[in-house]
């Protein structure tokens, strides 16, 4: 039982390159989220989705995409990497959706933009 | 007004220390309150749910106010792995799913 994993761990990206984060929980979430953590700002939702095939947009959603094809996965996307978007990224899934359970995170992803 | 205040910290305090940790919270509508506990460049990970009654795990006593929206962590007898960063979170039931973050106090406790 792995929980909840992130690929990759560091990436280095050049202003206005893309990529994609990817999420995978075996914990058989319905509930999946991506967070970012910035210095002395904590840790502010970007996008969540509560099913397969489903998603919404959370506190700071601009310049971020997602996708939940599969129950298991949630994806991050970055079309065009911005200085700004240099954070390090959690993803987190959880079995309710009220908030009354724990979330469960993955070990983050490092992303430095240039 | 931030959703969740919390003692900017750091704390530093020797081994066997007993140290508290306060955190204020905007919205009446809060839900359930959490502590989550987060080592340096690590994930969060849920240290203790906060219920109004207060409740204790171990060294740790966590205690809500409810009218003064304001929660509490307790750690007795601090030991060298308490050092770490806790966050208190809080949800609402106007937003489904989405735990509102403080920015954390950073807690180092010495030999």
């Known amino acids: 039982n792995a929980g909840v994993t992130q690929t990759p761990k560091f990436r280095v990206l050049k202003t206005g390159q893309s990529m994609t984060l990817l999420c995978a929980q075996d914990m058989n979430h319905e509930y999946m989220y991506w967070y970012r953590q910035d210095p002395g700002m904590g840790l502010r939702l970007i996008h969540y989705s509560v099913g397969e095939g489903t998603t919404a947009k959370g506190e700071v959603p601009d310049g971020y995409n997602v996708s939940r094809l599969k129950k298991q996965n949630f994806l991050l996307g970055l079309e065009s990497a911005a200085p700004s978007q240099t954070s390090v990224y959690f993803c987190a899934s959880s079995s309710d959706l009220v908030g009354w359970d724990e979330q469960f995170f993955g070990p983050g992803t490092r992303l430095t933009v240039l | 007004r931030k959703e969740v205040e919390q003692d900017p910290g750091p704390f530093n305090v020797p081994e066997g220390a007993t140290v508290a940790f306060n955190c204020t919270y905007s919205n009446s509508a809060s839900q359930s309150f959490f502590w989550y506990r987060q080592d340096c460049r690590k994930e969060p990970k849920l240290l203790m749910s906060v219920y109004s009654s207060g409740n204790e795990d171990g060294r740790f006593t966590a205690q809500l106010n409810r009218a003064s929206q304001y929660i509490s962590l307790l750690i007795r007898d601090s030991k060298l792995s308490d050092s770490a960063t806790y966050l208190c979170?809080?949800?609402?039931?106007?937003?489904?799913?989405?735990?509102?973050f403080g920015r954390g106090t950073q807690l180092t406790v010495w030999p």
């Open positions: 979170v809080v949800t609402r039931g106007s937003t489904l799913g989405r735990l509102y």
